[in-house]
């Protein structure tokens, strides 16, 4: 037997391929780590004993504080530019003999030392003066032939500082002139230079002292146990050991391709279970391209979304809202492939989590929740109060495993929350994603379906006015296909939908359909093939109506298969019995089609067969009633109109019951009113 590879297949594999792909790639790579722990929480694995000697530092907490604390005292590094300053002081002796021959040479030599004894103390650019002045820099050192001074900040000058300073020791007349000339302004300039390198080396040098070991776990020593707090020294220490595991060569490097191997297999095997279960209980959606690709975009986009904030923002895993891969798939496609992606996707999104069993209890109750509450999503403050209680029952879900495992609420964690709430605000904008979705995949919402049987929508209100009978025909429709929908568990919205516009093909021709006539049939007139295509001719005008409306390809479906490929039977028994003698073509007299393809479409062809039919019934009896059923929907089966539907034969008695307990209730006897009998006074 040779094997067809078909382009849905390989199509069907490129997706699996891709987001294994994608999602391996997102994966941290830090492969050191074989424990998962955090500050405050308990620790889950065995013993841990020191396989070899490790240096206790200080916790991260009091490490900061260190820190902190020689940041607010540190001494910035300066360097002075001794041959510039040289230079500049040499320039102003020169400037004065020459511009001012009138002073005398011990008023110059004067400003000259003055200048010098300045620029000896240091001038400063006015940023480090404004910090000085604030507090920030209390002390500097000064870099002078490799050898650092430190000397209070407090002392240096800013330039303008300076010229005061050097206007002060004014003594002769000359002295004034002398001191506005422009050139003072660029002897004066900063000497004093931050010198950054410098800084940062010192400043390293002091963190090193300050934060060496304060201790040691010796060989063999007791590390931690199971059930143990993991404290922010703890912590550290084992930090530390993984750190010095690593660099010792505990993670070798066959031993990373097996990690490696081992978490593309995970994901694999997870995407493999869904593909799985597809395949053997909605092979509907296996073979549809559009949702397969709906359910792996889905399940990929959050995995890859909790990874990404594993990487940036640990803390803030339970921000990602995995309950919108439950909420989108229940309102597009069912309930319990919904609860499967959703179990698919918090198992791939476990591996980057430091505590699997939490997140998954947390995330499974989270994702019920949103199911049950959100099930028949058909107005938007649905998405709201799922939001709260998802907010509500992952709360106390962590606050049990909490209490579980640590024994007190004293270690919640306030962080926690607050991302539970931040998630609940994410998951009441899954409206809009819904909307994306509807128009990315062609998918069809209740919301949607909601909106579209507003009876004030335009095609309906064309068609209440245009054709009466028929609207009235079609609600009449509408509420057996429901009900009998409800019965059997099919998509109730989606059939009261379609059953309201599935004849909306007769606006065109309203007088060529017995519930729109009174008294004047224009068939009369015409060959029972005329009368035939014009009948028939509602499905295709009913087409491009859906068509100019925009309607959904959902509701198209009702329009084309609710006569399937049967036959126009008035007129083609008409014109049989009017050409005894001839075989007569059936095509004139049958419609497009195609057959029903759903349970919804066989439901509303059941549901209109009988709904017509029972208006020209002179006798409605229960027996029958029952009978007319029976015979409508037999004859259906018979002719192999519900062949390419999903319907099963206990779906189809129910049906009948429902539409039996319909008609009867519709056309119950009423009791006669009795007459007054009384003499009639004068």
Same mark, same amino acid.
């Given at each position: 037997?040779k ?11 490129i997706?699996f391929?891709a987001?294994?792909?994608?999602l $391996?790639?997102l ?11 955090e ?8 013993l841990l ?15 900061q ?6 940041d607010?005292?540190?001494e ?14 040499d ?16 008023a110059?030599?004067a ?8 620029m ?17 820099i ?9 050898v ?6 407090n002392q240096?000058f800013? *330039? ?7 206007d ?6 000359l002295?004034?002139e002398?001191l506005?000339?422009p050139?003072?302004?660029q002897?004066?300039q900063p ?7 410098e800084s940062?080396?010192?400043?390293k040098?002091?963190?090193?002292t300050a ?5 040691v ?8 146990d199971r059930?143990?707090?993991v404290?922010p020294?703890?912590? /550290?220490?084992?930090?530390? @050991? ?9 993670a070798?490097?066959?031993?990373r391709?097996? $990690? ?5 297999? @995970? ?7 869904l ?5 053997f @209980?909605?092979?509907d ?8 690709? $709906?359910?792996?975009i889905?399940?990929t ?7 990404l ?12 809202p995995f309950t919108i ?9 069912d309930?319990r492939?919904?609860f ?7 198992l791939?999104s476990?591996v980057?989590?430091? $505590? ?14 949103a199911?049950?509450s ?10 709201l109060?799922s939001?709260?209680?998802?907010f509500?029952l992952s ?7 909490e ?5 007190t ?16 605000v994410?998951i ?8 994306i979705?509807?128009?990315?995949? *062609?998918?069809?919402s209740?919301?949607t379906?909601v909106?579209?049987?507003?009876i ?22 509408s509420?057996?296909? /429901? ?11 989606l059939?009261?939908? *379609? ?16 519930? +729109?006539?009174?008294?004047?049939n224009?068939?009369d *007139?015409?060959?029972p ?6 009948v028939?001719?509602?499905v295709?005008e009913?087409?491009?109506r ?17 006569h ?6 008035y007129?083609?028994t008409?014109y049989?019995n ?10 004139p007299? /049958? ?5 029903p393809?759903?349970r ?6 059941m ?5 017509a ?17 029976d015979k ?5 089966i ?5 062949? +390419?539907?999903?319907?099963s ?15 009867? /209730? ?6 006669s @009113? ?5 003499p009639?006074?004068?």
């Amino acid at each position: 037997m040779k094997l067809r590879i078909t382009n849905s297949q390989i199509l069907r594999w490129i997706y699996f391929a891709a987001a294994v792909a994608i999602l $391996f790639y997102l994966l941290p790579r830090d492969e050191s780590s074989k424990y998962t722990y955090e500050v405050n929480r308990p620790w889950s694995d065995q013993l841990l004993t020191a396989p070899f000697d490790i240096p206790v530092y200080l916790d991260t907490i009091r490490a900061q504080a260190i820190k902190d604390s020689l940041d607010a005292n540190f001494e910035p590094v300066f360097v002075r530019n001794q041959e510039l300053e040289k230079a500049r002081l040499d320039t102003f002796s020169l400037h004065l003999r020459q511009h001012f021959p009138g002073l005398s040479q011990g008023a110059r030599l004067a400003l000259v030392n003055e200048a010098k004894l300045i620029m000896d103390v240091g001038i400063v650019d006015y940023e480090t003066y404004t910090a000085i002045r604030q507090g920030s820099i209390k002390r500097v050192r000064i870099l002078s032939d490799k050898v650092a001074e430190s000397v209070p900040a407090n002392q240096l000058f800013s *330039g303008r500082q300076a010229y005061e300073i050097l206007d002060s020791a004014s003594r002769e007349s000359l002295h004034d002139e002398a001191l506005i000339a422009p050139l003072l302004t660029q002897i004066l300039q900063p000497n004093m230079h931050r010198d950054s390198i410098e800084s940062e080396r010192f400043r390293k040098e002091a963190y090193q002292t300050a934060l060496a070991p304060i201790g040691v776990v010796q060989q063999g020593e007791r590390i931690i146990d199971r059930g143990d707090i993991v404290t922010p020294q703890l912590y /550290t220490i084992l930090r530390t @050991y993984e750190k010095l595991s690593a660099d010792r060569g505990a993670a070798v490097d066959h031993d990373r391709v097996y $990690f490696a191997i081992g978490r593309v297999m @995970y994901i694999v095997l997870l995407f493999a279970a869904l593909y799985t279960y597809l395949w053997f @209980y909605r092979r509907d959606y296996y073979e549809d391209m559009r949702r397969l690709l $709906f359910l792996m975009i889905s399940i990929t986009v959050f995995a890859a979304a909790a990874m990404l904030m594993v990487a940036t923002f640990p803390r803030g895993l339970y921000i990602v809202p995995f309950t919108i891969v439950p909420i989108t798939v229940v309102v597009f496609l069912d309930s319990r492939t919904a609860f499967f992606a959703h179990i698919v996707t918090i198992l791939i999104s476990s591996v980057v989590v430091s $505590f699997p069993l939490e997140f998954l209890v947390v995330e499974l109750i989270a994702g019920l929740t949103a199911m049950v509450s959100i099930k028949d999503l058909t107005r938007r403050s649905q998405l709201l109060l799922s939001a709260v209680l998802v907010f509500a029952l992952s709360s106390f879900t962590y606050a049990v495993i909490e209490l579980m495992q640590a024994g007190t609420l004293h270690r919640l964690s306030g962080n926690i929350f607050g991302s539970f709430a931040i998630n609940a605000v994410l998951i009441s904008f899954a409206y809009v994603l819904i909307f994306i979705f509807e128009k990315l995949f *062609g998918f069809t919402s209740k919301v949607t379906l909601v909106e579209l049987s507003d009876i004030n929508n335009p095609v309906l209100r064309e068609l209440s006015e245009e054709c009466p009978g028929t609207f009235q025909h079609s609600m009449a429709v509408s509420t057996l296909a /429901t009900a009998a929908a409800h019965r059997i568990g099919a998509n109730v919205q989606l059939v009261r939908a *379609g059953a309201l516009y599935h004849d909306i093909g007769k606006i065109s021709n309203p007088a060529f359909f017995t519930e +729109n006539q009174h008294g004047v049939n224009p068939h009369d *007139g015409l060959d029972p093939r005329q009368s035939a295509a014009i009948v028939i001719g509602h499905v295709p005008e009913g087409l491009r109506r859906a068509e100019q409306a925009n309607l959904p390809d959902r509701l198209r479906d009702f329009i084309a298969e609710h006569h399937g490929a049967g036959k126009a039977r008035y007129f083609y028994t008409t014109y049989c019995n009017a050409h005894p003698d001839e075989d007569v073509d059936p095509a004139p007299f /049958t419609y497009p089609g195609p057959n029903p393809r759903s349970r919804e479409t066989s439901i509303l062809m059941m549901a209109d067969a009988v709904e017509a039919a029972s208006r020209s019934l002179p006798d409605h009896s229960p027996a029958a009633i029952k009978a007319l059923v029976d015979k409508l929907i037999d004859g259906q089966i018979a002719d192999g109109l519900h062949d +390419n539907s999903s319907i099963s034969f206990r779906d189809v008695q129910e049906i009948k019951e429902s539409f039996i307990s319909r008609l009867r /209730t519709l056309y119950h006897s009423r009791i006669s @009113y009795p007459e007054d009998t009384r003499p009639k006074k004068d």
